[in-house]
């Protein structure tokens, strides 16, 4: 590959913002070489992997957006703490069928129920799924609710 090429090549992947490709093209055009890869599966391959790094990228961009207070996840839930607590019916939340049916779930009880763990948990499954999301307890709901009011 001539260097005029090679600048030019590197040159519009920054513009493009393909950063992934850039990182790997050198040593994976000298693999793909090696093992007498297409170009199609070259090709294939990294974009494949610019993909996988902007969907992690995103990801991580929606949780932090999100506003979680703490990362939760519900296989450490003690489901056995909280007997009143079906396990079958998160479960189901978890597959988050609601959302797509705009459906609406509050969480309710006492404090130190494991509200907060099981909405931050399934939130972080909607962002997995490739949601955005927004936690926010009873509290700060109704903070926002007055302010928004306040300004109008």
Known sequence: MSNLVYERLHSNLVKLKLNTVGTILDNYLEIAAKEGKTTMEVLDYLIDQEKHAKDASSRETRMKLAGF???KRLEDFNFEF?????????????????IYNAENVVFLGPPGVG????A?????????????????????????????????
């Open 115 to 118: 509200k907060s763990h099981l």
């Open 69 to 71: 207070p703490a990362k």
């Open 82 to 98: 909280q007997p009143s607590i079906d396990k079958a019916v998160i479960g189901d939340l978890a597959l988050l069928r609601f």
């Open 120 to 152: 931050v948990a399934i939130g972080i499954e909607a962002v997995q799924a490739g949601l955005s999301v927004y936690f926010a307890n009873a509290g700060i709901l109704i903070l926002d609710f007055a302010t928004s009011t306040k300004f109008r």
